[in-house]
């Protein structure tokens, strides 16, 4: 396997794994458990309001959900600090110049341990919500026809937003 492919591999784990975290963050953020200025609300609370609409949630599993989000906000809080501090200086590792690959190797090291770490916080949060869905919701979470699962499907009108075919942008490389 090439590193290319090695490389692009990781970045999307990383990917998902920010995506998931950012997705906790962000109902974290439509509870009301953080401190935030208006526009990042706003954005929460849509978010929030879109899952709830996408799962049909009641007004009950609304307010139980942000009930355990609101457990969890210093811990996700300090998890999202600590995940967007790695990627920025695996970011600042990868642009310094000369090239260290022992600074970038380390770098790498802690976003994948951020991730880890990130990834464990998602599961006990989930573990928490799960008894409060459906069935037929927690199927279509699994099945990933809820909008929020990516970034790329929160924005309207994309066509291709299940798509996780990567070789477009292999040709585009």
């Known amino acids: 396997m090439s590193i290319e492919k090695i490389r692009k591999s990781v970045l999307v784990v990383a990917?998902?794994?920010v995506i998931a975290a950012a997705g906790l963050f962000a109902g974290r953020l439509s509870a009301g458990a953080f401190h935030r200025g208006?526009?990042?609300g706003d954005f929460a609370q849509h978010l929030?309001?879109?899952m709830s609409r996408a799962l049909d949630l009641t007004e009950d599993q609304k307010s139980r959900i942000k009930d355990v989000l609101r457990a969890h906000a210093d811990e996700i809080k300090t998890q999202m600090q600590a995940s967007a501090t790695?990627?920025?200086t695996l970011h600042d590792?990868?642009?310094a110049q000369p090239t260290d690959e022992g600074a970038i190797r380390a770098a790498a090291a802690?976003?994948?341990?951020?991730?880890?770490d990130a990834a464990l916080l998602f599961a006990r949060v989930r573990t928490e919500i799960d008894p409060i869905l459906t069935p037929e919701q927690k199927q279509k979470i699994q099945s990933g026809r809820t909008r929020g699962e990516g970034?790329?499907?929160?924005?309207?009108?994309?066509a291709n937003s299940g798509n996780t075919d990567s070789s477009t942008s292999d040709q585009q490389q």
């Open 86 to 88: 790695a990627r920025r």
């Open 38 to 40: 208006k526009a990042r």
């Open 110 to 116: 802690q976003v994948g341990q951020t991730q880890g």
């Open 15 to 17: 990917g998902i794994a």
């Open 93 to 95: 590792a990868v642009m």
């Open 48 to 50: 929030f309001s879109r």
């Open 151 to 158: 970034h790329h499907r929160m924005h309207p009108g994309n």
